[in-house]
């Protein structure tokens, strides 16, 4: 089984032949990032037409910090810019005609930088928009319909190469610390609908559709189930609470994550970050669902290598368990 096979069948819980992993820093990365689109132009400004400062955190590269976002009321939509989808399809089509021999046989992704949330508060600023959603919803709706409409028709423009993108993955950070950002109620006014005109777009074009989310976005997880997304990405593992993840949400949609990297990746101890690996496990069933990445950033590798053999040793048990009583598999 090839890991493409492998990533795709864990996100279906389809019993893959071993666990997934993104993990690169371990050499074991089932996963190939076949377009970015997160990209700047000489002088900072990206596809969607905002102008980025560049930004470090303790000497670590981000993506920077958006200048005073263009939009300062309604009247001054005309001022964005609509990126054209056949421009940015094509470039995917060229990225898959470069993928080398170690690559080929790797689940596909397309990484997207921000979607529709993350988007409208580089347009608006993120207190106004949380004013907006109250005071103007109108002019909300219009603004992530704008950006929904994008990538329904980039989705659409990659149809010649069906079959050969495995995702596409969204970053949207919908949580805070402690909650989320705004109430599902909002949620499900503004976004759900838009969100599911996407995915729908991505699963005619066979394809699936992947949320990286950070903070504790637990309340959402339902929703996120309701609109057909097919793996969340929530790396504040630990914020979203094992318990209550596992409990709820195993085997309704698949997770691609690590132990906390807020708090226990970066300094736990070992017996810490072996007692969380446990409680991370069961958000994922014995037919799949949980795929295991590595972080980096500024995450000790010794630190990420517990937790990759943990996983690792948890499977190699498991394939010795099938061996043993195959009838149990049938």
Request: glycine share 6%.
């Amino acid at each position: 089984m090839t890991p493409r096979e492998i990533v795709r069948r864990c996100v279906h819980f389809q019993s893959p032949d071993r666990r997934a992993y993104y993990c690169s820093r371990f050499g074991l990365n089932d996963v190939v990032n076949v377009f970015d689109f997160f990209r700047k132009d000489e002088n900072g400004f990206d596809p969607w037409g905002i102008q980025w400062d560049n930004a470090k955190e303790e000497n670590v590269a981000t993506i920077g910090i958006p200048k005073t976002p263009p939009l300062e009321d309604e009247s001054e939509i005309w001022k964005i810019k609509i990126p054209d989808p056949k421009v940015f399809a094509g470039m995917v089509k060229e990225n898959l005609s470069k993928l080398g021999e170690e690559d080929k046989d790797k689940y596909r992704v397309i990484f997207t930088s921000s979607g529709i949330w993350e988007r409208i508060q580089y347009f608006r600023g993120m207190e106004r928009v949380m004013c907006d959603m109250i005071e103007n919803p109108d002019f909300v709706h219009r603004l992530i319909g704008m950006c929904t409409d994008f990538w329904v028709s980039y989705i659409r423009e990659l149809s010649s190469v069906r079959g050969e993108i495995d995702a596409i993955c969204m970053f949207e950070d919908w949580g805070t610390q402690n909650n989320v950002m705004i109430s599902p109620e909002l949620w499900r006014e503004f976004f759900g609908p838009q969100y599911r005109r996407i995915t729908s777009a991505a699963h005619e074009n066979k394809m699936d559709f992947w949320l990286h989310s950070c903070g504790k976005v637990t309340k959402l997880i339902d929703e996120f189930i309701d609109v057909k997304m097919d793996l969340v990405n929530p790396y504040q593992s630990g914020a979203c609470g094992y318990e209550e993840v596992a409990s709820r949400f195993a085997g309704k949609i698949a997770f691609l994550t690590t132990v906390d990297t807020q708090t226990t990746l970066p300094h736990g101890s070992r017996e810490q970050i072996l007692s969380e690996c446990a409680r991370l496990e069961k958000w994922g069933t014995d037919k799949g669902g949980l795929i295991i990445a590595s972080y980096g950033f500024d995450i000790p590798e010794e630190n990420e290598r517990i937790v990759f053999d943990y996983f690792r040793k948890k499977e190699r048990i498991t394939t010795k368990t099938r061996c043993a009583s195959p009838e149990r598999y049938r």
